[in-house]
């Protein structure tokens, strides 16, 4: 399996994965907007038990959509977000792909969250499509 490394702008915060992602989305809701500062979020899902972090982190807890909470980890220094976990996911974290700042990483598979997609925004057609 390949080592992946992703880290915060400092390089404080890393989060390192042993294995490839399980899921590799796009998510275009109002949050991921704000969290990301872009109009869109892209996230890599690995198990749990492959990623080892290292450095220090702050967590921010936001409550979602249908009332789940995500756990959001990012850098006291820098402010990135290096991973996430999600309530009822144990198995699972969350790494944003562009904390691994590599342009060969998986293309992702799917885009959710398309009805509040910028207009000018264009997916491509062969990932799944979730409104």
């Known amino acids: ?21 399980v899921r590799v989305s796009v998510c275009h809701c109002l949050a991921c907007q704000r969290r990301t500062g872009s109009v869109f979020g892209v996230q890599a899902r690995f ?13 921010f807890v936001r409550v979602g959509d249908e009332g789940g909470r995500a756990t959001f980890n990012f850098c006291p220094h820098c402010g990135s977000t290096v991973y996430y976990t999600i309530e009822g996911d144990a198995e699972s974290m969350a790494i944003p792909v562009g904390a691994f700042a590599d342009p060969s990483f998986p293309a992702p598979g799917v885009s959710v969250y398309e009805e509040r997609m910028h207009a000018w925004v264009g997916m491509p057609r062969d990932m799944q499509h979730m409104a």
């Open 1 to 21: 399996m390949p080592s992946r490394s992703a880290s915060c702008a400092c390089g404080q915060l890393v989060a390192t994965t042993s294995a490839e992602p």
């Open 47 to 59: 198990p749990a038990a492959a990623v080892t972090v290292s450095g220090n982190a702050k967590q």
